[in-house]
């Protein structure tokens, strides 16, 4: 049985690069580019409708800014998973997207192979960042004491969903589990995959055991 594939919408005001990325993600087989939008208006416009899995957002974008389109789209679409694509590597644009609701960032420097994990790895409930990105998240944690033992950066909750997972059970058993929402699961994996500092569900659950 083939899978469905992970469907995708970019959000891109450079015209050239969006072409661009449109070419690229015809590529993979498990991957569909639904289409592209030029602004955050228009995002806002297509995107609930078309309900994709994954949206690959720009932050400067002409009007409201990719990092407002999240805030809005989240309210909208709240399991919607979207990865930052952008040039900018300030700490502050970092976090305000996570904060309003990103799962990942990535530079625009990104390979196409490094686009297409990303996309693989948020769907799966990871938290894909470009190895530069990850090293600043990494010392956002890191700030006010040295972490000797990883796992112990994980509250109770955020082991109980990992032994879980590590056990077997799907999102939405570990939702039943804990009498919690699948979307309460999902943003605790990605809590979970920044603390370990690892890119996916699977990574964290092989980390904690180890």
Do not use: W
């Not at 990092?67 to 502050?92: F, G, N, R, W």
Request: hydrophobic share 40%; with cysteine; net charge neutral.
């Amino acid at each position: 049985m083939i899978p469905r594939r992970k469907t995708v919408v970019v959000v891109e005001d450079d015209f050239r690069l969006q072409q661009q990325l449109i070419k690229i993600l015809e590529k993979p087989p498990d991957i569909e580019c639904l289409f592209a939008v030029s602004s955050a208006e228009e995002a806002l416009e297509k995107i609930p409708a078309a309900s994709p899995d994954v949206v690959l957002m720009d932050i400067k974008l002409p009007g409201k800014s990719g990092i407002d389109c999240i805030h809005e789209l989240k309210k909208q679409v709240s399991q919607l998973e979207i990865v930052m694509l952008t040039a900018y590597e300030e700490e502050d644009n970092i976090f305000r997207a996570l904060k309003e609701g990103a799962s990942g960032y990535l530079l625009k420097t990104s390979t196409p192979d490094d686009i297409f994990n990303a996309i693989r790895d948020v769907y799966s409930g990871g938290a894909p960042f470009s190895s530069h990105i990850a090293r600043k998240v990494a010392q956002y944690f890191r700030q006010d004491k040295q972490i000797e033992d990883e796992n112990q950066t994980l509250s109770a909750r955020e082991r109980e969903v990992l032994r879980l997972l590590a056990s077997g059970y799907i999102y939405k058993e570990v939702a039943d589990q804990l009498d919690i929402t699948i979307e309460t699961v999902r943003t605790y994996v990605k809590r979970i995959c920044l603390k370990l500092h690892v890119r996916s569900k699977v990574e964290a659950i092989i980390k904690f055991r180890s």
